[in-house]
C-alpha cells in the first residue's frame, strides 16, 4: 500500500506540479537555482510573515545564485504532497499531526526545526451558560478537524477531566465551519485555533478549555529529505534567515505586531493579545520529541494511522 501511495504523488509531481529546477555547479555537485517555499500567514505564523514582508530569504539566497519561490499552501496534509511530489523544497510551517502521518505513510520527509508551540493556540469554546467546564461536554456534539492538533487538544483536556474521547459526539470539520455550527446551535462546542478565538467571543463564545500544560501544540519546518541530503547548507542558511526574524521580532514588538496585522488583515490588538500564546525558540529539545511521541499515539489511538513511524528518523535538527 505505501509503494502505491509514493507511486501517486510521484506521478502527480510529472503531470501535476512543478519539480525544482536543478543546474550543475562547478565542481560538477548537483545544487539547485530556485528554493520553494510555502507561506503560511495564520493563525500566527510571525517569523514567517516577517521574512517574506522584507525580502530576507530572496536577499540571502540570492547569494547564493538561488532565486526563492513562495506558494501559499494552508493545509498541512497539501503541504507535505507538495513536499512527496517535489513541487516545494520546504514546509514552512506544518504541524506536527501532518508531518508525523505524512512519514508513516511513506513520504520522504524530515523535520529540521520547531516553528513554534502554541498550547495556548488551541481551544475548546461554548456558548451555552450551561457548559461551564469540559465536564459538561458528556454525551455533547463537539465540532473540530479530525486528526488535527485541535483534536489531540480534545483528547487530553477529556483525560484530564476523567472522560473518555467517545463521552462527545465528535463532528469532523474545519475550525471555521466548527463556529459556525456553534453560532447556528447545531453544536455544542466547538475546537478553534489562533484568530479563530477573538472571532468566536465576538459571536458571545467563551473558552472553556485549552492544550496548556497538555499537549505542546507542536509545529514544525519539514523538508524534503533528498533535498536535505544535498542542500544541508541551503537549509541552515533559510533557518538562519527564520532567526533573523526573531531578533526582530524581540527588538521591535510593536513595529512587528503592525506588521503582522496588516499583513494578515487582524487587528493590532489581536496580535498583541495572541502573541504570547506561541513559543517561536526553533530547537528541538527532549520535551519536543516527547510531545511528537505522544502525537503518534494519539493518531494511533483515535484511529488515523495504521502504521506508526520511527520518530527519531523523522527529526533531523538542523538549528545546532
Known amino acids: 500500500?505505501?509503494?502505491?501511495?509514493?507511486?501517486?504523488?510521484?506521478?502527480?509531481?510529472?503531470?501535476?506540479?512543478?519539480?525544482?529546477?536543478?543546474?550543475?555547479?562547478?565542481?560538477?555537485?548537483?545544487?539547485?537555482?530556485?528554493?520553494?517555499?510555502?507561506?503560511?500567514?495564520?493563525?500566527?505564523?510571525?517569523?514567517?510573515?516577517?521574512?517574506?514582508?522584507?525580502?530576507?530569504?530572496e536577499k540571502e539566497f540570492q547569494k547564493q545564485g538561488v532565486s526563492v519561490e513562495w506558494f501559499e499552501i494552508t493545509s498541512g496534509a497539501k503541504q507535505t504532497q507538495a513536499l512527496a511530489a517535489g513541487s516545494i523544497d520546504i514546509a514552512s510551517v506544518v504541524s506536527s499531526t501532518a508531518a508525523i502521518a505524512a512519514?508513516?505513510?511513506?513520504?520522504?520527509?524530515?523535520i529540521v526545526s520547531v516553528f513554534a508551540r502554541a498550547p495556548r493556540a488551541f481551544n475548546?469554546?461554548?456558548?451555552?451558560?450551561?457548559?461551564?467546564?469540559?465536564?459538561?461536554?458528556?454525551?455533547?456534539?463537539?465540532?473540530?478537524?479530525?486528526?488535527?492538533l485541535l483534536n489531540q487538544t480534545l483528547f487530553a483536556v477529556l483525560i484530564k477531566n476523567g472522560l473518555r474521547p467517545e463521552d462527545v459526539d465528535y463532528v469532523n470539520m474545519p475550525d471555521s465551519q466548527a463556529l459556525a455550527?456553534?453560532?447556528?446551535?447545531?453544536?455544542?462546542?466547538?475546537?478553534?485555533?489562533?484568530?479563530?478565538?477573538?472571532?468566536?467571543?465576538?459571536?458571545?463564545?467563551?473558552?472553556i478549555a485549552n492544550g496548556e500544560g497538555l499537549v505542546?501544540?507542536?509545529?514544525?519546518?519539514?523538508?524534503?529529505?533528498?533535498?536535505?541530503?544535498?542542500?544541508?547548507?541551503?537549509?541552515?542558511?533559510?533557518?538562519q534567515v527564520q532567526g533573523k526574524a526573531l531578533a526582530f521580532m524581540k527588538e521591535n514588538p510593536e513595529q512587528t505586531f503592525m506588521i503582522v496585522a496588516d499583513e494578515t488583515g487582524l487587528s493590532v490588538d489581536d496580535v498583541r493579545r495572541m502573541y504570547p500564546w506561541y513559543d517561536f525558540d526553533p530547537s528541538i529539545n527532549s520535551s519536543d520529541m516527547d510531545d511528537l511521541a505522544d502525537t503518534q499515539d494519539f493518531l494511533v489511538e483515535s484511529g488515523m494511522l495504521a502504521n506508526p513511524t520511527n520518530i527519531k528518523s523523522l527529526v533531523e535538527d538542523m538549528t545546532r
Open 216 to 239: 505542546k501544540g507542536l509545529i514544525v519546518t519539514a523538508v524534503r529529505e533528498s533535498f536535505l541530503k544535498q542542500n544541508a547548507d541551503l537549509v541552515k542558511l533559510y533557518l
Open 124 to 148: 475548546v469554546v461554548a456558548i451555552d451558560s450551561a457548559i461551564k467546564s469540559v465536564t459538561d461536554l458528556k454525551g455533547k456534539k463537539v465540532a473540530g478537524p479530525k486528526g488535527s
Open 1 to 57: 500500500m505505501k509503494k502505491i501511495f509514493v507511486l501517486l504523488f510521484l506521478i502527480l509531481s510529472v503531470f501535476e506540479l512543478p519539480g525544482i529546477i536543478k543546474r550543475t555547479t562547478a565542481a560538477g555537485s548537483p545544487g539547485v537555482d530556485k528554493l520553494r517555499v510555502t507561506y503560511v500567514k495564520l493563525p500566527l505564523n510571525v517569523p514567517t510573515v516577517l521574512v517574506k514582508h522584507f525580502g530576507w530569504l
Open 181 to 207: 455550527a456553534l453560532v447556528a446551535g447545531s453544536v455544542d462546542a466547538a475546537l478553534i485555533a489562533g484568530p479563530t478565538v477573538p472571532k468566536a467571543e465576538t459571536q458571545g463564545a467563551r473558552i
Open 103 to 110: 512519514r508513516a505513510n511513506g513520504m520522504e520527509l524530515k
